[in-house]
Nanobody, 123 residues
Framework: QVQLVESGGGLVQPGGSLRLSCAASGFTLDRYAIGWFRQAPGKEREGLSCINTHHTSIEYADSVKGRFSISRDNAKNTVYLQMNGLKPEDAAVYYC????????????????WGQGTQVTVSS
């Protein structure tokens, strides 16, 4: 059974940092492109970043470019999202998702999703 579990969310002050983890079970993560998404209340789910199987393609949304960094450790079957310079508008539920093939940030292309982890940015 394909399962993704996010962790690392929490409450952080503006300007702070968090590192989210996306751990896979039931499948080998290194065969999948992984995307990070977020959804704030009342807003559509937004594709933030993705990384393909061999690190040869990484994408970032303009809203997080220069502040967020995606990486993967295939030996640990885990993908990370390092988030620096967090802003109140970054508050959302963050999700990771997996797909075969190339890296894209389109929500509808991903068949496998985690349950999400809450990120709150507030002083």
């Amino acid at each position: 059974q394909v399962q993704l579990v996010e962790s690392g969310g929490g409450l952080v002050q503006p300007g702070g940092s968090l590192r989210l983890s996306c751990a896979a079970s039931g499948f080998t993560l290194d065969r999948y492109a992984i995307g990070w998404f977020r959804q704030a209340p009342g807003k559509e789910r937004e594709g933030l970043s993705c990384i393909n199987t061999h690190h040869t393609s990484i994408e970032y949304a303009d809203s997080v470019k220069g502040r967020f960094s995606i990486s993967r450790d295939n030996a640990k079957n885990t993908v990370y999202l390092q988030m620096n310079g967090l802003k109140p508008e970054d508050a959302a539920v963050y999700y990771c998702a997996a797909k075969r093939g190339y890296c894209f940030r389109d929500v509808e292309l991903y068949p496998y999703w985690g349950q999400g982890t809450q990120v709150t940015v507030s002083s």
